[in-house]
């Protein structure tokens, strides 16, 4: 039931501006969390963001600091990330995942969006 589809990605050159988008759906989705996680080509998964809903804390991983951010819409079912200043090491796929209720970790992720930052 619970879908995750990312938008938003693309080529912009170093110094550029992009933002994604993860638009969520489910009828029994209750999100404790959502987050934002890049994986370059021969690279680990890395963190990037996330933003808890009941809180509304926000912690971002060191590598983007001061240069995303992450946000939520009005009604809560899209959340957002914001990348300034973006370098060629940005350069990923990006996808947004879901830490639901009850879980204990991220469980369910989108297809993830190719964003490249030329140099």
């Known amino acids: 039931q619970v879908q995750l589809v990312e938008s938003g990605g693309g080529l912009v050159q170093a110094g550029g501006s992009l933002r994604l988008s993860c638009a969520t759906s489910?009828?029994?989705?209750?999100?404790?969390?959502m987050g934002w996680f890049r994986q370059a080509p021969g690279q680990a998964r890395e963190f990037i963001a996330t933003?808890?809903?009941?809180?509304?804390?926000?912690s971002y991983g060191n590598s983007v600091k001061g240069r995303f951010t992450i946000s939520l819409d009005n009604d809560k079912n899209t959340v957002y990330l914001q990348m300034n200043s973006l370098k060629p090491e940005d350069t990923a796929v990006y996808s947004c995942?879901?830490?639901?209720?009850?879980?204990?970790?991220?469980?369910?992720w989108g297809q993830g969006t190719q964003v490249t930052v030329s140099s």
């Open positions: 489910g009828r029994t989705f209750e999100p404790v969390a």
């Open positions: 933003i808890v809903y009941s809180t509304d804390r926000v």
């Open positions: 995942a879901a830490w639901r209720k009850g879980d204990v970790n991220y469980n369910y």
